[in-house]
């Protein structure tokens, strides 16, 4: 029987569904949420099957295969009955992998690979190539190999995507950095995560390749010692990196890939800030690879503007600038935030823990940090950790409160940061959700 299930009605798995009922499966889609007007507008259209706020047992279970989106854990009861029932539990990237023969370049990290996955595919964009973006970022890849016939596509992957990839293979891999975060799907073991995160390079051959930060501690205890078949392009801004890669030396990126080295300042790039400057030599590299000219690859790594809810400038209130961070999900992501500001800040933090580690942070806090202003339902981890460092920390829960609270605690010359290191699902939709909110906010002062 052909029968293929879809869990979840998101982006991911409505463009699974479309994708699956064009090549012929018998198709059934069940979210436990509801699902937006928008995709089952689409659902209709195509006449694919589906339920909302359940999960029908004997539907699921009747499937060859199912596809599973991103957001669900392998640790509900559906999922251990399906994986019970010898069935095939896959992501959609790996579904949608089958059916085209596009080059893929691959992204993932803990942080910066929304940045990466998007500069990447901008540079190849402008450089005429026939591209497609998606993963974790943008339109579903499914929907679009349903769509179109891309020659590339740009992934961002996330390690959720990738514990259900089995048989894809990334043509360019590229792992940017390997910090803790989402350790609550992992049982709390960073081990389990950085193996999560190292199948972005499997199935990989002589014909591939793999572009990694070697000042990534953890990626480069992966890396060292072991025999990799696939063609390896480190990238550091401490190290001279002696064969093919990248690496900074003074205030200049040098470039040596596929036998040709150029150069460009770190002022003449778009992103400033060191995790940029990763960000920047790993677009740089896989745009190489693909053989597009050293001008252009230079030219987008110039002109490109940034991605919204990432050190996002909102506005400058009376003296005050407004930074939006929100997608800054985790400790890593916002000790970059912190790291990059260059006056006094009044920090918006909170939502719902992932099992941070707040002291990574304290000595950023203690030199830059005037005051911080909690947004969540439940904040005391975040008073555990820096009550005694910060003179001021109260509590809001909504963005409106959020802000006119940090606004009060402000004097001309500082820096709003919304940063919070925490999931958003305690009091808004997603990420964006909570930014948009922010902004919003920040219109009405």
């Given amino acids: 029987m052909n029968r293929i299930v879809v869990l979840g009605a998101g982006e991911s798995g409505v463009g699974a569904a479309i994708l699956a009922k064009k090549k012929g499966f018998e198709v059934f889609v069940s979210d436990k949420g509801t699902i937006k007007p928008t995709y089952k507008n689409v659902l209709s259209q195509h006449e694919i099957s589906f339920e909302e706020g359940k999960h029908s047992e004997a539907a699921i279970l009747s499937a060859r295969e199912v596809v599973k989106s991103p957001g669900i854990p392998d640790h509900i009861p559906m999922i251990k009955k399906i994986k019970e029932q010898g069935i095939r539990v896959i992501s959609e990237i790996e579904f949608a992998g089958r059916y085209t023969g596009a080059t893929m370049i691959c992204i993932t990290g803990s942080n910066g690979k929304t940045t990466t996955t998007l500069l990447t595919y901008h540079i190849l964009k402008n450089g005429g190539l026939n591209v497609g973006l998606g993963g974790n970022v943008g339109q579903s890849f499914a929907w679009q190999v349903a769509r179109h016939n891309f020659d590339y596509y740009v992934l961002e992957v996330?390690?959720?995507q990738l514990d259900g990839m089995f048989d894809f293979k990334a043509d360019i891999a590229v792992l940017l950095n390997i910090t803790p975060d989402h350790?609550?799907?992992?049982?709390?073991?960073?081990e389990r995560y950085i193996q999560?995160?190292?199948?972005?390079t499997q199935n990989q051959t002589h014909n591939n390749a793999l572009i990694y930060c070697i000042d990534d501690e953890t990626i480069n205890n992966e890396i060292k010692g072991k025999s990799w078949q696939q063609r390896l392009y480190p990238f550091s801004t401490y190290e001279k990196i002696e064969g093919e890669g990248a690496y900074l030396a003074g205030n200049k990126i040098l470039f040596n890939v596929n036998s040709q080295t150029f150069h460009m300042t770190i002022e003449e790039l778009a992103l400033q800030g060191r995790h940029n400057i990763h960000n920047s030599m790993a677009a740089g590299i896989a745009s190489r690879l693909v053989e597009l000219r050293k001008n252009t690859i230079k030219q987008c790594l110039s002109d490109f503007q940034n991605v919204e809810h990432r050190l996002e400038h909102v506005a400058n209130i009376h003296g005050i600038e407004f930074i939006?961070?929100?997608?800054?999900?985790n400790i890593n992501a916002t000790w970059y935030a912190l790291e990059s500001a260059e006056k006094p800040v009044v920090w918006i933090v909170g939502g719902i823990d992932k099992g941070n580690d707040y002291s990574k942070l304290m000595e950023l806090v203690k030199e830059k940090v005037k005051a911080i202003v909690c947004l969540g339902v439940d904040n005391h981890r975040i008073h555990e950790a820096f009550d005694k460092a910060v003179e001021t920390i109260i509590d809001t829960s909504s963005a409106n409160e959020a802000v006119g609270s940090a606004y009060y605690l402000s004097t001309p010359g500082d820096m709003i940061l919304l940063s919070p290191a925490c999931a958003s699902f305690d009091l808004f939709e997603n990420y964006e959700d909570r930014g948009n909110q922010f902004k919003q906010a920040v219109s009405k002062l």
Avoid: G, P, Q, V
């Avoid at 999560?196 to 972005?200: E, L």
């Avoid at 939006?324 to 999900?329: I, R, V």
């Fill in 158 to 160: 996330s390690s959720f």
């Fill in 183 to 190: 350790l609550d799907r992992y049982n709390n073991s960073f």
């Fill in 196 to 200: 999560s995160k190292m199948r972005i």
């Fill in 324 to 329: 939006n961070d929100s997608k800054a999900t």
